[in-house]
């Protein structure tokens, strides 16, 4: 990989910003031509800086107004309580996030619900039924005080 310099990081600013800013409306204010821009950001993707373009969509809007995360400690920790994780997780839609973690938990989960009755159900007849989830904790997103996917570039080390 090509070691990034001061313009490949204003490149990726922006996109974090808007990832539908063409070449053309970042050239002005990058002082760089389109062409340059292109082949920069063209290159960013080949190489893994770029890994997707995304929607962001308004959850309160779509009737999604419950936002919680949700602590699952596993009955055990082996290789087939790990897959059978990641399959829950794929098969939910309301499980839009998903980690590992060290500590008490094992995993958390970012679910968004269109009720407090769906995330009951989430929680009641879908993850502790499951034989690999032994304890589940939750917690409701009373006010979302940020929400930003923007990485923090100033401090990246490229």
């Known amino acids: 990989m090509a070691k990034l310099d ?3 990081i204003q490149i990726l600013a922006t996109l974090q910003r ?17 062409s340059q821009i292109g082949r920069r950001r063209l290159r960013m993707e ?9 929607c962001r969509l ?13 602590q699952v ?7 087939d309580t790990h897959q059978s994780i990641k399959t829950l997780t794929c098969d939910q839609p309301e499980i839009v996030a998903a980690w ?20 009951n159900d989430l929680v009641q007849k879908t ?17 979302q005080v940020k929400d930003d996917t923007a990485l923090p570039l100033d401090s990246a080390r490229v």
């Open 6 to 8: 001061s313009k490949d």
């Open 18 to 34: 808007n990832g539908q800013a063409s070449a053309l409306e970042m050239s002005d204010h990058l002082g760089m031509s389109a």
């Open 46 to 54: 080949a190489e893994g800086y770029i890994v997707a373009t995304t």
């Open 58 to 70: 308004n959850p309160a809007l779509l009737g999604l107004g419950v936002q919680a995360f949700i």
């Open 73 to 79: 400690q596993t009955v055990a920790q082996t290789g």
């Open 100 to 119: 590992t973690l060290t500590g008490e938990a094992d995993y958390i989960f970012r679910v968004y619900c269109s009720s407090l009755t769906s995330l």
């Open 127 to 143: 993850l502790l039924p499951h034989p690999a989830i032994g304890r589940v904790h939750s917690q409701i997103v009373m006010e």
